[in-house]
């Protein structure tokens, strides 16, 4: 899809163009709102993870900062950004493989304790029972409930392969570049996630008290980490403040990538009218500054470590975040599944798929279902009489609720139940098309072309 409609915020202007506008105001407004709650997200998580050294200071001081820095990095011209976030991600990179070269080497015996543990860990129940409210007598479903609080959690952890999309529009030559960086992003993120959960499982046991320990005292930083606690057991003093460092550094890199975009994301809705007309002035740079300070407003949110434990901040966070993330899938489903209609009524009059994944429409069909499921039982732990409190109710399904009146009041409100949904006959790409295609003959690639040849 956006191989084919290479723009800035493809997936939002196709819902727009396949859909119709109520759906685009929700989906744009949705996704800014998951970006920007996403910068006091790594503020508190930067300020949770110092606090694996020493707690003595203010919270405040590690937000000012940041906020600061990213304000800094922000107004300054784009590609100081990017090489800010070259070296940033390459810290990241650094982490990763420095971490499966740990497993590697120590479960072969290259440790202090001259340990060769190899695969030991995963005889030792790999899957355990979970019980939100304690209560474990006469029940089994222990499994399935410690299942799906992992489900949850990586429906949190799995985010940022569709970022990649926002780059469309600025890509020299969109649909040459674009095919190959998404199976590459696909490949890296199986790659990563499966090497990160098979290294976990191998340097600790699920047994080990310290594990439990430190999840059931939310210790902060690397504190809780498995490779952190199989580094303590084998005696390796120094790792594991070098593994908080690089943490910290992946957290204040993802909270300057959610300031880039949110504020990017807020210029493009003033642009189409979604929002007010003063956030599209931008500095002698080409920098948004009233958009970047309205996103970064969103900062202040994380004040609400000086008042409650920064566990609990980074849970509410982690549950508005869940939410927002899982109707932003949803909506990337349904906006593929139009265009696919569209497409597929107009293919004799439009060129080719740049690109087509497998599977399709069904793993679409599917996303769509999951992604609505785990979007009402995120939060299904607060549903049991002894763990209802209002605050978790509200940080997990609070985002629905605001969708749903977002896009109701501007589709029976806003515009009086004029917006229907566009016919697929009607829907016209040719204009955006043919800018795509004059774009690539300037770049000398003309592998799609197809009304420049007309």
Known sequence: MVC?????????????????????????????????????????????????????????????????????????????????????????????????????????????????????NYGESPFKKYFPDGNDVGKSSGYFQGFLACLIQASFTIAGGEYISMLAGEVKRPRKVLPKAFKQVFVR?????????????????????????????????????????????????????IVNIALITAAFSAGNAYTYCSSRTFYGMALDGYA????????????????????????????????????????????????????????????????????HVQQDSLPKLPFRSWGQPYTAIIGLVSCSAMILIQGYTVFFPKLWNTQDFLFSYLMVFINIGIYVGYKFIWKRGKDHFKNPHEIDFSKELTEIENHEIESSFEKFQYYSKA
């Open 4 to 120: 084919f409609f290479p723009v800035s915020s493809p997936f939002l202007r196709l819902a727009t163009k396949c859909v119709d506008d109520s759906l685009a105001v929700m989906a744009s407004w949705n996704f800014w709102f998951l970006e920007c709650v996403q910068i006091p997200f790594e503020i508190v998580s930067v300020n949770t993870i110092i606090h694996y050294w020493r707690d003595d200071y203010s919270a405040g001081i590690p937000l000012a900062v940041q906020v600061v820095l990213y304000l800094l990095i922000s107004i300054c011209a784009v590609k100081y950004y990017g090489e800010m976030e070259f070296w940033l991600a390459s810290f990241k990179i650094i982490l990763a493989l420095g971490l499966f070269t740990f497993t590697f080497i120590t479960m072969l015996g290259g440790n202090p304790e001259h340990d060769r543990y190899g695969f030991r």
């Open 189 to 241: 993120l199986t790659f990563l996630f499966l090497g990160s959960c098979l290294c976990v499982g191998i340097v600790c046991s699920p047994n080990d008290p310290d594990l439990t320990a430190a999840i059931n005292e939310a210790r902060p930083g690397a504190g809780s980490s498995p490779y952190v606690i199989a580094m303590n057991n084998l005696k390796i003093r120094i790792l594991p403040d």
């Open 276 to 343: 007010p007309k003063i956030f599209t002035r931008c500095n002698r740079h080409g920098v948004p500054i009233y958009s970047v300070a309205i996103s970064l407003v969103w900062a202040l949110v994380s004040l609400l470590q000086l008042n409650s434990n920064s566990a609990v901040v980074l849970n509410w966070l982690i549950n508005l975040i869940t939410a927002s993330q899982l109707i932003n899938f949803v909506v990337l489903c349904i906006v593929y599944l139009f265009f696919r209609r569209a497409y």
